[in-house]
């Protein structure tokens, strides 16, 4: 059973940084695709990030530079470092993954994901 479990989320002020990481577990696969996803109230779900098992990276245009995903294998772990920080980075952030490879097209900051955390909340006040 594949689990990830996010942690890092919190409140900081515009201009700050946060590290979010996410546990995986349960996952036996070495190709996949993993990403970052967020969701405000009432809006749809964004794609952030994502990092494919090729080393291959993408970003939502709007975290472009501010945001970095990165990956620990030894770890089980996936990471998104964000730097300046906004207000209108506040969201529930979500880690995902799905089995991918290469042939199965870009592994892109929207891509389709089967396997979903439960979130971690972000807050950024002006």
């Known amino acids: 059973q594949v689990q990830l479990v996010e942690s890092g989320g919190g409140s900081v002020q515009a201009g700050g940084s946060l590290r979010l990481s996410c546990a995986v577990s349960?996952?036996?696969?070495?190709?996949?695709?993993m990403g970052w996803f967020r969701q405000v109230p009432g809006k749809a779900r964004e794609g952030v990030a994502a990092?494919?098992?090729?080393?291959?990276?993408s970003y939502a245009d709007s975290v472009k530079g501010r945001f970095t995903i990165s990956q620990d294998n030894a770890k089980n772990t996936l990471y998104l470092q964000m730097e300046s920080l906004k207000p209108e980075d506040t969201a529930m952030y979500y880690c995902a993954a799905v089995y991918w490879t290469s042939g199965s097209g870009s592994c892109v900051s929207n891509y389709g994901m089967d396997y979903w955390g439960k979130g971690t909340l972000v807050t950024i006040s002006s």
């Open positions: 990092i494919g098992s090729d080393g291959s990276t």
């Open positions: 349960g996952y036996t696969y070495s190709s996949y695709c």
